[in-house]
């Protein structure tokens, strides 16, 4: 009876998500990748790893712009919840203390890099498949030592997540789009840091999928419920991710689905910030695996600051935030001065003309043209940039 309440309640709440937490692109399970069978003595003869971290602040309005202070404090955060220090391990259900596992990882802050972009929400930002928060020319900054570091973009993104961290060994993720993304709000435990995500749950949650971690129900809550699982063994199978648990109480153990009950307090589901509380030691052997298998740089680096070259400025091209276009034509017009557009159908005739357009991101209203194939044509002083505009309504 209490199962059949506790699948009713969470099949009622499951499509009023108002928060959503994590954005990680999750690789099937088809694709899961070997580990290696015999650990290489580089890193059984050092249980304690030290994983050096650069965090990169691209930010657009002013409350983006974190205070160092606000940084600090997420570092403290990650340096209690992988050593199992954090206060909320107190509370772990019985059942699961002896799961309860000591990562032996800790973190240091080798650099800050601060940015302002030129136009809002980059973090979820492509142009012609590079993301745009990593790399200088596209109105980012370019990850450092990708290899070595563990590069953090906080910035802020349109798609409503707080954040989103790439697995290892994802062959659609380059080098140097690799690490975690974090909104400004849901990143530290002070200034701008917003309830119910200020507890800084989101990057460790996110740097557990940088290791290789899974969420505790699998692939996606579309797959048939118990279908899928996580890969590590002493993380029972779940069907729930327990992201409705974002306002008023944690859920309570014990909660049931897929026959056991549910370790809904782990760093890799999604309640609230304040409703998380441990990894697994089935999760500590899976992590320190792929940092071995795949990010053995990690290893190797040190916590010496990183000194930050002063890169002499790439200019950021005008470009399209969205192509094809279906409700309105969006510019970038990353310099302050004015720019003229025109546009041209595919017979070359001239259908709009705007000689003095500014702002970012700068719109046009696409109900102007029918659907087809188009030229905009973008001059700043003496620099012409022609793109191809699709108009598909
Ligand atoms: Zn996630």
Redesign the pocket.
Known sequence: MQRWLFLLFMALSLPSFSQQ??A?RQPANGLEPATPANPSPAIESRSLITIPLVVHIVWYGPEENLTDEQIQSQLEVLNEDFRALNSEIASVPGPFAGDVADMEIEFCLVAVTRTQASFPNIADLYSGGRRRVCHNGLGGHDAIDPGHYLNAWVSARNDGACGE?TFPDDPLVPADEQGIFIRPDCFGTVGTAAAPFNLGRTTT??IG?YLNLK?LWGEGLEDPLCQSDDMVEDTEEQAYSYSEFTSGSCPVHPSFSCGTADMFMNF?NLPADRCMSMFTNGQKERARDAIQAFRPGLLESSCLPVALETAPEEEEEPSLLYNPVSSEIALLLPQKDKYEIAIFDAAGRLVFRNPNASGTPHSITSSLFINGIYYIKIRNGRKIHVKKLIIAR
Do not use: L, P, T
């Open positions: 937490r994590c990680s961290g949650h996110e999928h969420h890799m």
